[in-house]
């Protein structure tokens, strides 16, 4: 069964870290890119971050770059996002999305709240 699945969402203050996961199971991660995508509540979805599936080159939105980090381990099937100086503008659901065209996987996305 094929699955992407993100974790380490949560509430955290402005101007902390948190680093979000996102484990591939039934297909082999390292064949894709992945992406990151983002949705406050009332806005469409917002591409965050985007990874090679090797890993070579890597895409931020302006938004983000320079705070965000997006890496993979293709041994382990998991890829990261790391979130520094997280501003209350990043609440969102973050989803993780694999693509091989034609196959594009999505995740069920976890909560990012950013407040004091």
């Known amino acids: 069964q094929v699955q992407l699945v993100e974790s380490g969402g949560g509430l955290v203050q402005p101007g902390g870290s948190l680093r979000l996961s996102c484990a591939a199971s039934?297909?082999?991660?390292?064949?894709?890119?992945i992406d990151w995508y983002r949705q406050a509540p009332g806005k469409g979805r917002e591409l965050v971050a985007h990874i090679t599936n090797t890993g070579g080159s890597t895409n931020y939105a302006d938004s983000v770059k320079g705070r965000f980090t997006i890496s993979r381990d293709n041994a382990k099937n998991t890829v990261h996002l790391q979130m520094n100086s997280l501003k209350p503008e990043d609440t969102a659901v973050y989803y993780c999305?694999?693509?091989?065209?034609?196959?594009?996987?999505w995740g069920q996305g976890t909560q990012v709240t950013v407040s004091s």
């Open positions: 999305r694999a693509l091989r065209y034609p196959r594009d996987y």
């Open positions: 039934g297909f082999s991660a390292s064949d894709y890119t």
